[in-house]
């Protein structure tokens, strides 16, 4: 129990620390008493306080109070995405299966790797280092992907240069400079055991504009899709970029997101994700203008993740990975229960994803005489 109270404390001294340091924002009072009344009313706690910048002077109460708790976000999601579906796109053996049966572009499939195969019979299924070793003998890729098969946030994710030389094919990890042989870079960098299978894929090469952010990492659109009367539309979207030498964009290794304007593609800048909300107009590694910079084929991108969304039975919202390669957009993959923090990233009201405001009948004339309405938050 003195434990759980010194950490609480700790947690509120961190907290009480951001709502001090900030320039241009509430004052501390105003900040501890929204963030109570956010607690109580809505479930959301401090952190996400922080985290979605409502200490900022310009969010009001009606815009905070339409961000729902986790627990009401998990239940708006399994009414809109039915639980017994979910698997179709948190297997990413099903879920490449089903894109690449409908012409929606992935990274090329190269084969699955589990050891509680044994003897599969088929040849992309393998289940030791000598039978990934004869695979990727066999096929063409020059990098190579290792992915948990329901793996999230980028966990357990590897990739690796394809040596080949006279003395046997050997892997260089993207995230080191020493190649090994096949055997040794599955004992030291996959963890394979039984049910915790590993999908292959061909390591996609980005779009040069997209990796120029962070050239170590693909970076990614982050689009929330949902299907509304039969047709797709995109919600919001955010652009995440990884940091120095780090695989992945995640946030939980250091990654950065920056919103997106879905009319133009043009970024906002940066923040780091977290309750800190540390901002950047340019890359803190390379460099690279954020703030304002137009992302190229954003608009192709946007069609491509409401295409997807339209592609799974019975899903109708969808959070998506999309990378730019060279030849355009391709789907990294879908979320049937993204993060809930996606919304807070871009300050988009987590209730307005699965209940539509209407606009008030003495509104829409207004609007349609040309005249100014009031602001939602004002009526």
């Known amino acids: 129990m003195a434990d759980l109270a010194m950490v609480t404390l700790k947690a509120l001294a961190r907290v009480h620390a951001l709502a001090r340091g900030r320039r241009e924002s509430k004052s501390v009072l105003r900040q501890w008493a929204e963030m109570i009344a956010l607690l109580v009313v809505t479930g959301n706690g401090p952190n996400y306080y922080q985290l979605a910048g409502f200490w900022k002077r310009t969010y009001r109460w009606s815009e905070m109070s339409r961000h729902i708790s986790a627990r009401a976000f998990t239940a708006h999601v399994n009414r809109v995405n039915p639980p ?7 297997s990413k053996i099903a879920e490449k299966a089903i894109l690449t049966l409908l012409g929606i572009p992935t990274p090329r499939f190269i084969g699955v790797l589990d050891v509680s195969l044994e003897r599969s019979g088929t040849p992309c299924a393998v289940a030791s280092a000598q039978d990934l070793d004869e695979l990727l003998s066999r096929d063409p890729a020059e990098r190579v992907a290792f992915k948990l098969i329901e793996g999230h946030s980028g966990l357990g994710f590897m990739a690796a240069q394809v040596i080949r030389a006279p003395s046997g094919l050997r892997l260089r990890p993207l995230d080191s400079d020493g190649d090994m042989s096949v055997a040794q870079f599955v004992d030291e ?4 055991r039984p049910g915790n299978p590993r999908l292959i894929e061909e390591y996609l090469v980005q779009d040069p504009d997209y990796g120029a952010f962070n050239p170590s990492s693909v970076n ?25 030498s780090s695989l ?3 946030i939980w290794a250091g990654g950065i ?3 997106v304007d879905l009319e133009t593609g043009r970024m906002a800048a940066a923040h780091d994700g977290e309750p800190t909300r540390r901002t950047f107009t340019v890359h803190p590694d390379t460099g690279v203008r954020i703030e304002g910079a137009v992302l190229p084929h954003f608009r192709e991108a946007i069609a491509l993740a409401e295409s997807s969304v339209l592609a799974f039975p019975h899903i109708t919202f969808s959070g998506l990975d999309i990378a730019m390669s060279p030849g355009g957009p391709v789907v990294i993959e879908t979320n049937v229960v993204p993060a809930r923090e996606g919304a807070a990233f871009v300050g988009y009201p987590t209730r307005d994803a699965f209940i539509e405001r209407r606009t008030p009948a003495r509104t829409r004339s207004r609007v349609r005489e040309g005249r100014p309405s009031p602001e939602p938050d004002e009526r």
């Not at 017994?84 to 948190?90: M, S």
């Not at 990614?220 to 120095?244: D, K, N, Q, S, V």
């Open 257 to 259: 997101v920056a919103p």
């Open 84 to 90: 017994e579906y979910h698997k179709l796109g948190q």
């Open 189 to 192: 960098k996959l963890d394979l």
């Open 248 to 250: 992945v964009d995640n």
């Open 220 to 244: 990614t659109i982050r689009p929330w899709t949902i299907i509304r009367e039969g047709r797709a539309r995109t919600l919001f979207a955010y652009f995440r970029m990884g940091r120095r």
